[in-house]
């Protein structure tokens, strides 16, 4: 597969391309390719060798359409161990998401990391995961999906492996976080216990903690969604890469039947 999610356009805009587009709408984006051009902005704000990103989140104010974006990074709270980010994403004259993430310096602990927690499957043993009728596929036809358990054909918890088949941004190579965050939204759809054709469950944030940044091309989503009994869900998972464990994401749901939505 050719192109990329974005073909830059200078002075930190970018053109979006159909891979960008969500399973709800063909001129809407899924939130994996935004938060991480995010993402992507944040790691390139006043950056520090011996600085890194511990937890980004990311507020969804709005849909963000299929169109040229722009995307800001400034350090709001300078500090010599602890800094805070903060980043928005705008499109079509209005902020559709904004961000702000906590970079923490760096120090020797491979004396008490945890090293000995289970490591998945790889992706060569997990299976092909087909795309179900109902859902939008530009951006789900970007990615390779192979899952150990569930799925979008599956309702319920899941395992699954993803990776990027495009780059993030046209003409550069994608960094190892930029893949994890264009995987890490996919939580609540992987793990969803309801039918896309019946049901909107859309989440209107994600937060990501990482322990430990992420190696290679592939993410692992351990995940499940809860749902209440007034309109609210919360999805979380267990990211992985093949090393094994490297942090957790957290999403609300917005749910409800999409005839109740109509009207």
Do not use: K
């Not at 974006?69 to 705008?90: C, D, F, I, T, Y």
């Amino acid at each position: 597969m050719g192109g990329a999610f974005y073909e830059p356009l200078g002075e930190s805009r970018y053109r979006s391309t159909e891979h960008t587009a969500g399973p709800w709408s063909a001129t809407s984006q899924h939130l994996g390719p935004p938060s991480a051009l995010v993402v992507r902005e944040l790691e390139r704000c006043a950056p520090r060798d011996h600085m890194r990103l511990a937890r980004v989140t990311v507020e969804v104010l709005g849909p963000v359409p299929v169109a040229d974006l722009q995307v800001r990074a400034h350090l709001e709270r300078p500090g010599r161990s602890v800094e805070l980010l903060s980043a928005e994403l705008s499109a079509q004259g209005r902020v559709a998401i904004r961000a702000r993430a906590w970079r923490i310096a760096r120090t020797d602990t491979a004396a008490v990391a945890d090293t000995a927690q289970t490591r998945l499957q790889p992706p060569e043993q997990a299976q092909p995961m087909p795309i179900p009728d109902g859902w939008g596929r530009g951006y789900l036809d970007a990615m390779e999906w192979r899952a150990l358990r569930g799925g979008f054909t599956e309702l319920g918890t899941a395992t699954v492996w993803a990776r990027p088949l495009v780059d993030l941004v046209d003409g550069e190579p994608t960094t190892d976080l930029e893949r994890l965050f264009l995987v890490a939204d996919s939580a609540s759809g992987v793990s969803s216990r309801l039918d896309i054709r019946r049901w909107l469950f859309i989440n209107t944030d994600l937060t990501v903690h990482l322990h430990r940044y992420p190696v290679g091309e592939w993410t692992a989503l351990d995940a499940a969604t809860a749902f209440g009994p007034d309109g609210a869900g919360v999805a979380t998972s267990v990211l992985h890469d093949l090393q094994g464990p490297v942090g957790r994401t957290a999403q609300v749901l917005l749910v409800r039947p999409r005839d109740a939505a109509a009207s």
